[in-house]
C-alpha cells in the first residue's frame, strides 16, 4: 500500500502545526485536516492567516504556503477517513472530570469516538496512528475496536507521540530530537518512517513496540515538569537565605549530568500536558499498586500548585495583607510565551486567587483575546460571569492595564515586556509602587532605581 492521502483527526494545537509541516516537506502527499469544531476550521481556512486559531511563530507561512495545494483542513470527517491510508488521531485527552479516576485519568472518551468512526466508515486497509498521548496500552483498545468490525478491513495501529513545544512547535517539528513510533507491523511503521524521513535522518526515528513509546511520552512530560518543580522548590529555598536561584541554576546546570535547560524558576507550570499527563501517570502506578512510584511523581504537581499559591499569598501580604479594591495589572495571561493557549495557566489560578480577595485586575496579553481571558475564568465556576466581567478586565495594551495600578504581576515571559518604558509605567502607577516578576525577566537593580519595589522568584 503506497501513502498518498492521510488525514488527521484533530485540528487542534498538536494537529494543525504537525500536518502543516508534513504537507510542506511532503508536496506529493495529500494531508487533510479534520475537526467536528466548525467554527475552528473556518478559522484554519481564513484567507487572512493571521487570524488562524493557533498562533505559533512560522506556522502562518507554512500554512500559506501549502494551503488549498495539498493541506486541506474540513468537517467532512468521514470522507476524509475514507479516502485516506494513513489517520492520525489527534484529539484532546484531558483529565476525566467525573466518574471512576475522575481528576487523574485520561478521558479517552474523544479517542474512542475516533476509532468507532474509523471502524464505521473505513472499506479499505488503514495505517491508523496515536499522535494524542495516551495512556500505556490504548493502542490495545482501539485495536480491539478496529478488529471487532467484522468488515474485514485490516488495521495497523501506531503510536507516535508528539514531543513539540507550543511557542517553538514549528521549529521543534522542522528539527526534532527524535521521532518516536512504536508498533508491530515493521511495514506500517516504514510507511510512518518514510513520511518523516523526508526532512527527519533515519537515525533520528526511533522504533519501538508500541507500550515504550506510549510511556515515554508520558515519561518525557513527568521529566520535564519535574526539572521546573525542581527548581522551584530550590527557589523558595533561596528565598529564605541569601542565595539566588539564577545563581545557582546556572552553577547546577553548567554540570553536563545535569544540563541548563529547563531550570528556569518561575510561578509554576501551566499548560495542557504537563500536569494532565502526570496525574495520568500517577493513576497508572496507582492502579498497578506502585504507591510509592505514584507518590513520588504525584509530588511534582503538589510543589507546582504550591509554588502558584505561595506567589499570590506573597503579593497579598506584601500589599499589606489586603488587595481589596486595589488595582492589580497582570503581565500576560498565556501559559508561557509566543503561544496563545491558555490552559492551566498560571494566570488564570493567580487571578482567580486575587479576585476571592477582592482585587481589580486589570489584564494585558499580546495574543489572548478578550473574551478567551473571561471564558478561562468563568470555566472555574467560582462566581457568576458578570462578577467575572466587572472585577476583571482586559486592556488593548499595557499601559492602559498598568495605569494607576498598585502593583503589576508579571504571569508570562513575553519578550515585549522587557522592552516597555518602565519609567513611564512607574509614574502612572500608584506609589509605592510594586513589581511581582512571576519570570524574572526584568532587572531588580534596574527597577530599584527608577523607584520600584520588586520582587521576583528564588531572590
Ligand atoms: P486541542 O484541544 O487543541 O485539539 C484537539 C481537537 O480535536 C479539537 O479541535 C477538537 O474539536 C477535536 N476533536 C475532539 N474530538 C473529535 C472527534 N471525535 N472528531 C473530530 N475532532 C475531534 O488539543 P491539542 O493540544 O492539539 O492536543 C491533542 C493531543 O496531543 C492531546 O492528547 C495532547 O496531550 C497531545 N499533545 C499536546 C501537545 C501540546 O503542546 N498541546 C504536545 C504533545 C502532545
Not at 235 to 252: G, Q
Not at 343 to 363: G, K, M, P, T, Y
Request: charged share 25%; proline share 3%; net charge negative.
Amino acid at each position: 500500500m503506497k501513502i498518498n492521502k492521510i488525514c488527521c483527526i484533530g485540528a487542534g494545537y498538536v494537529g494543525g502545526p504537525t500536518m502543516a509541516v508534513i504537507a510542506k516537506k511532503n508536496p506529493n502527499l495529500k494531508v487533510t485536516i479534520v475537526d467536528i469544531n466548525e467554527e475552528r476550521i473556518a478559522a484554519w481556512n481564513d484567507s487572512d492567516v493571521s487570524k488562524l486559531p493557533i498562533y505559533e511563530p512560522g506556522l502562518a507561512e507554512i500554512v500559506a504556503e501549502t494551503r488549498g495545494k495539498n493541506l486541506f483542513f474540513s468537517t467532512e470527517i468521514d470522507k476524509a477517513i475514507d479516502e485516506s491510508e494513513m489517520i492520525f488521531i489527534s484529539v484532546n485527552t484531558p483529565t476525566k472530570t467525573y466518574g471512576k479516576g475522575k481528576g487523574m485519568a485520561a478521558d479517552l472518551k474523544y479517542v474512542e469516538l475516533c476509532a468507532r468512526n474509523i471502524a464505521k466508515v473505513a472499506t479499505t486497509d488503514k495505517i491508523v496512528v496515536e499522535k494524542s498521548t495516551l495512556p500505556v496500552r490504548t493502542a490495545q483498545a482501539i485495536k480491539s475496536i478496529l478488529s471487532n468490525t467484522g468488515s474485514g478491513v485490516n488495521f495497523d495501529i501506531l503510536s507516535n507521540p508528539e514531543f513539540l513545544a507550543e511557542g517553538t512547535a514549528v521549529q521543534d517539528l522542522l528539527n526534532p530530537d527524535r521521532v518516536l513510533i512504536g508498533g508491530d507491523s515493521e511495514e506500517a511503521i516504514d510507511r510512518l518512517a518514510n513520511i518523516y524521513g523526508s526532512w527527519v535522518p533515519q537515525d533520528k526515528i526511533l522504533r519501538t513496540n508500541v507500550w515504550s513509546s506510549e510511556l515515554s511520552k508520558l515519561t518525557a512530560n513527568a521529566f520535564l515538569a519535574q526539572r521546573v518543580s525542581s527548581i522551584n522548590a530550590i527557589s523558595e529555598l533561596c528565598e529564605h537565605t541569601e542565595a539566588d536561584v539564577n545563581e545557582v541554576a546556572k552553577a547546577i546546570g553548567m554540570d553536563s549530568r545535569i544540563g541548563s535547560k529547563f531550570l528556569q524558576a518561575s510561578i509554576g507550570f501551566g499548560g495542557s500536558c504537563f500536569q494532565k499527563d502526570i496525574l495520568n501517570l500517577v493513576y497508572i502506578a496507582r492502579s498497578y499498586g506502585l504507591h510509592e512510584v505514584a507518590d513520588y511523581w504525584e509530588q511534582v504537581i503538589i510543589l507546582n500548585d504550591h509554588q502558584k499559591r505561595r506567589f499570590s499569598d506573597h503579593l497579598i501580604k506584601t500589599l499589606y495583607n489586603t488587595v481589596s479594591g486595589k488595582k492589580i495589572a497582570m503581565l500576560g495571561w498565556a501559559f508561557k510565551k509566543d503561544t496563545n493557549d491558555t490552559r492551566e495557566s498560571a494566570a488564570i489560578f493567580v487571578a482567580d486567587h486575587l479576585l476571592n480577595e477582592q482585587a481589580e485586575i486589570a489584564v494585558y496579553d499580546p495574543k489572548v483575546s478578550k473574551d478567551k481571558i473571561q471564558s478561562d475564568l468563568n470555566y472555574l465556576n467560582t462566581r457568576s460571569p458578570e462578577e467575572n466581567q466587572q472585577l476583571l478586565q482586559s486592556k488593548n495594551s499595557p499601559y492602559e492595564a498598568l495605569d494607576d495600578a498598585h502593583a503589576v504581576a508579571i504571569m508570562t515571559e513575553w519578550d515585549e515586556f522587557k522592552t516597555y518604558d518602565w519609567e513611564k509605567i512607574y509614574k502612572q502607577m500608584k506609589k509605592p509602587a510594586f513589581i511581582f516578576d512571576g519570570r524574572n525577566i526584568l532587572d531588580k537593580a534596574e527597577m530599584n532605581k527608577i523607584g520600584f519595589e520588586y520582587y521576583s522568584i528564588g531572590k
